[in-house]
Structures are given as structure tokens and as C-alpha cells.
């Protein structure tokens, strides 16, 4: 069975059942420029109206028995691995992504919704102390309708990983995928979650623009926003959201740091630091943006990484068996070129691209300034810089806005948890490579990367998706002096 015949969407959007949209956007294959098919746009007024359909059926869903709610879950999990391949078409076609990555999309997405199925079970509060004779309860109730605004770069994990746990927990969903994943980030999540048997009005799906955003942000019956994008945009939706006075979650960008300690194994260090920085062409949040290397094994760590560099086989995804697709857009490709062409250095290979293929590059004799270290490249970009003592590598790497991802590199773990200990990060990743993710394991930045663990186990989740209500329960009526 198709999940995604394009006759089923083609010119439409989900606002609780397929309706006709207003205004469209053709779905482009970036490696190729052809086009797919068509998608609906959403409109503001689409937005108030999704979040009021929401509103109205929310309360009812989270009365629903959580086995129906976990059972819900587990069939769409299952419907993510039923129609994988169909799934990883898409999602190499639509996003650009190798077809590795698009398993990992499907596998995560499907771990999600099982992960998502446990939390409808979990105990909903806790017994609380009480000074008088009754009972007192911190019960977790959800917050009503959640607005999901995901990117491009990993559209079904970024969306998925914030609508499950919310529609476990008994909220409403209005989601908003990047309008150049309206497919892979938004039609499929609505397909699998029709076929799993979610009541209608709970999930809705608007694909949009900025304009969207903001209207969802915005909107009254929208009571969390969880975010995940660039650093600039984070803050407009966080100041927006605080002036509505409503939670926002923001999953933010990064330029994480890979340390490579003088006894690391060279050979597997770069084997690391070639995937935490070209992996899906570097358009991943975690992507390694800055590679501190001991200045005793600096030299060999650059050649090493500049011949690995030169042998990674760059093309269309769908058709080839490549290591690196296609750059989203124009507009990603031009700005990834710009900070490499001013970063000054040396190119110590790539530093070029064919339309939308730009050649792994590794950058070597930067400086802290330099743009393409100093700044989020989100580009297949692997900047170099050395270090000679470790309080100049704990410098290095904590001088920096953003603080998601971090890695070291060495043969004494002991060594690298110290040193973890002085680097503020969300994450800490030792003796592997900055880019991972898992359904149970909290996930989230500090600093300009986000607002701290917002995703993934039950404990974040639980915190992301609902509110807590205290009730007391007593006998008799209190008496009072009037």
C-alpha cells in the first residue's frame, strides 16, 4: 500500500481532515532540481483554525483510556517500519539525504512512537506531604494544543520527536514543517498517524512559512511551542512566546567542538571527525564545526583528514551510492562558500562544488576568528585549529556562543570526563563523534544551542508536554473563623 501517492496530497494540507489549500509550493528534488509534485501552504487563518479543532477535541483524547493512546502510538511505530522504503525515498529525494540517513530517520521515528507509547502509562504525579489532614497530589495534566515548528535538515525525526510524546501524553498537535520537506516532514507524519487510528483533529499538519510561524507562536489556543532551528530565529520565537506567556522549548544550532588528545588513535579520529562534519553535508546541528587537535599530532591529523576528505564520492542520493548529497538550496550552498572563501588559512582539500554538491573541505592555520570556525557553517566544513596544553583546549572549546555537542577523542576516558567536566554542553560524546541521537536519552543545548534538555526520555518529555496541577483531597469540609 503507498503511504504518499502524491494524488492524495498534491495541493492540499491536514487541518483534521485533507482539505483544499489556498496557495501551493512545488516539492523540488535538490539534487536534480526536478520537481516532485506540489504541496498545499498553510495561512494564518489556517493556523487559528487547526489550533480551535485541537482545542475542542483535546480534552476528550486525554480521557481516552492510555491504553488507546499507547496502542495509537504503537501502530503508527509500526507504520513508520512498514513503509520505510517508501519513506526513504522521500526522504533522499525531498531532503537530499544518502540513503544511511534516511534509514536512521525511519528507525528513530519509529523508536519515537514506541518510546512515546510507554510515557501514555506513566505515573502521572506524585503524593505530596501536607500539614493538614487530607490527601495532597502533584498531578501532570497536558497542556492543551502543542505547536511543533521542525526543519529541513532531519524534517521526520525533528518533527516526530516532539508530536509523539505530546499526542501520548493527551495533547493536541499542530505541526509546522519546513515548506521544503512538506513531505517527508509533515504529509508522512499525518499518513502514518491516519492509518494508525489517531481521532480526527488532533494532528494537523501546515506547511509555511516564517508568516506561520509566527501566527502559531501567536495564537491563543497554543499553550507550548516546541522549536527546533537556526539560533536567530530561536530568539524570535522565544521572546514571542514569552510575551504570550507561554513555554517554549528551542532546540537551537551549534558549532561543536571534536578535541583530539595527543594519544587518541589517529587513524579512527579522523575516521570520527570525516562523519561528525560530513555527515548529511554538515547540515546537522551536531555537526562538528570545530576541530581542536593537539599541535603534536596536528599535522598528520590534517592530512589524514584531508586525503579521507578527497576520497568521499559527492552526487544524487537516489540514483548513486555517494557518501554526500546535495546542499538544500541555493541560497545554503552560497552561504556555506562565502564563510570558507573568508576564513582565510588553508585549503587543505574540498573548497568547491558543482550546483548544489560542495566537496568536503577541511580548513587548516585558522584562527579563532576565522568565519568558518567561529560561526555555525552548517556545510560539509571541517575547520582545524591547534592546541598544546589541555586549559588551552578547554578554552578553545568553550569559547563559543553555542554549547549542544561535544567530543574527545583519547585513550583515557578518566582523562576526557575531567576535561567534559570544564566544556558547558547538552551533550557529551567520549571516544565517538558529536552527531547521535536516541529515542530515550534527553536531548538538548545551553547557551545559544537552547533552553537545556527539552526532548527524548520519559523525564523531558513528560517536562515538555504538560502542565502540573496540585489537588487536595479531605473529608469533611474545613471549617473557618468566618
Same mark, same amino acid.
Given at each position: 500500500m503507498t503511504l504518499l501517492d502524491p494524488a492524495t496530497w498534491t495541493?492540499?494540507?491536514?487541518?483534521?481532515?485533507w482539505t483544499e489549500a489556498a496557495t501551493t509550493a512545488p516539492v523540488i528534488e535538490p539534487a536534480t532540481g526536478a520537481r516532485l509534485g506540489t504541496a498545499g501552504l498553510a495561512t494564518k487563518d489556517d493556523v487559528a483554525a487547526a489550533a480551535?479543532?485541537?482545542s475542542a477535541v483535546q480534552r476528550e483524547w486525554a480521557r481516552t483510556s492510555f491504553e488507546e493512546r499507547a496502542a495509537v502510538l504503537r501502530r503508527a511505530g509500526l507504520a513508520f517500519e512498514q513503509h520505510a522504503a517508501e519513506l526513504h525515498e522521500w526522504i533522499m529525494r525531498e531532503?537530499?539525504?544518502?540513503?544511511?540517513?534516511?534509514?536512521?530517520?525511519?528507525?528513530?521515528?519509529?523508536?519515537?512512537c514506541y518510546e512515546a507509547a510507554a510515557l501514555a502509562s506513566r505515573p502521572?504525579?506524585?503524593?505530596?506531604?501536607?500539614?493538614?489532614?487530607?490527601?495532597?497530589?502533584?498531578?501532570?495534566?497536558? #497542556?492543551?494544543?502543542?505547536?511543533?515548528?521542525?526543519?529541513?535538515?532531519?524534517?521526520?525525526?525533528?518533527?516526530?520527536?516532539?508530536?509523539?510524546?505530546?499526542?501520548?501524553?493527551?495533547?493536541?498537535?499542530?505541526?509546522?514543517?519546513?515548506?521544503?520537506?512538506?513531505?517527508?516532514?509533515?504529509?508522512?507524519?499525518?499518513?502514518?498517524?491516519?492509518e494508525a487510528g489517531l481521532p480526527e483533529g488532533l494532528l494537523h499538519v501546515l506547511p509555511g512559512g516564517p508568516d506561520v510561524g509566527r501566527a502559531l507562536v501567536e495564537e491563543p489556543g497554543v499553550r507550548v511551542i516546541s522549536f527546533t532551528g537556526s539560533t536567530a530565529a530561536g530568539r524570535q520565537v522565544g521572546e514571542l512566546a514569552a510575551r504570550h506567556l507561554k513555554r517554549a522549548h528551542l532546540e537551537l544550532g551549534g558549532n561543536s567542538a571534536l578535541i583530539v588528545?595527543?594519544?587518541?588513535?589517529?587513524?579512527?579520529?579522523?575516521? #570520527?571527525?570525516?562523519?561528525?562534519?560530513?555527515?548529511?553535508?554538515?547540515?546537522i546541528c551536531m555537526t562538528a564545526g570545530r576541530h581542536l587537535v593537539h599541535a603534536a599530532v596536528a599535522g598528520e591529523?590534517?592530512?589524514?583528514?584531508?586525503?579521507? #576528505?578527497?576520497?568521499?564520492?559527492?552526487?544524487?542520493?537516489?540514483?548513486?551510492?555517494?557518501?554526500?548529497?546535495?546542499?538544500?538550496?541555493?541560497?545554503?550552498?552560497?552561504?556555506v562558500h562565502t564563510l570558507v572563501g573568508a576564513s582565510g588559512g588553508k585549503i587543505a582539500a574540498g573548497g568547491s562544488y558543482d550546483g548544489l554538491f560542495y566537496r568536503p573541505t577541511v580548513l587548516a592555520g585558522l584562527t579563532p576568528?576565522?568565519?568558518?570556525?567561529?560561526?555555525?557553517?552548517?556545510?560539509?566544513? #571541517?575547520?582545524?585549529?591547534?592546541?598544546?596544553?589541555?586549559?588551552?583546549?578547554?578554552?578553545?572549546?568553550?569559547?563559543?556562543?553555542y554549547g549542544l555537542s561535544l567530543s574527545i577523542l583519547t585513550s583515557d576516558v578518566m582523562r576526557a570526563l575531567d576535561l567534559a567536566e570544564r566544556i558547558p554542553t547538552g551533550i557529551v560524546h567520549i571516544n565517538d563523534q558529536t552527531v547521535d541521537d536516541e529515542a530515550v536519552a534527553p536531548f538538548g543545548g545551553v547557551a545559544a544551542s537552547g533552553t537545556g534538555a527539552r526532548f527524548g526520555g520519559g523525564a523531558a518529555n513528560v517536562e515538555a508536554f504538560t502542565e502540573t496541577r496540585w489537588i487536595t483531597v479531605q473529608g469533611p469540609i474545613e471549617t473557618y473563623p468566618f
Open positions: 495541493g492540499r494540507l491536514f487541518g483534521g481532515r480551535h479543532r485541537g531532503s537530499g539525504a544518502i540513503r544511511g540517513k534516511a534509514g536512521f530517520e525511519t528507525h528513530v521515528a519509529a523508536q519515537e502521572p504525579g506524585e503524593v505530596l506531604p501536607t500539614a493538614k489532614r487530607r490527601l495532597s497530589l502533584a498531578r501532570r495534566v497536558p #497542556a492543551g494544543v502543542v505547536g511543533v515548528i521542525a526543519p529541513f535538515n532531519a524534517p521526520l525525526i525533528l518533527a516526530i520527536r516532539s508530536v509523539a510524546p505530546a499526542l501520548a501524553l493527551g495533547n493536541a498537535v499542530v505541526l509546522k514543517p519546513d515548506p521544503r520537506t512538506a513531505v517527508c516532514g509533515g504529509v508522512a507524519l499525518a499518513r502514518v498517524f491516519e588528545l595527543p594519544d587518541a588513535d589517529l587513524e579512527r579520529a579522523v575516521s #570520527a571527525g570525516a562523519w561528525a562534519s560530513y555527515f548529511h553535508q554538515g547540515q591529523y590534517v592530512e589524514r583528514l584531508a586525503a579521507k #576528505a578527497g576520497e568521499l564520492t559527492v552526487g544524487d542520493p537516489f540514483t548513486q551510492d555517494v557518501a554526500l548529497g546535495p546542499l538544500i538550496d541555493a541560497g545554503q550552498r552560497d552561504k576568528d576565522s568565519p568558518a570556525y567561529a560561526q555555525e557553517v552548517f556545510g560539509p566544513v #571541517a575547520p582545524v585549529l591547534t592546541f598544546t596544553d589541555e586549559d588551552e583546549a578547554v578554552a578553545l572549546a568553550a569559547g563559543s556562543e
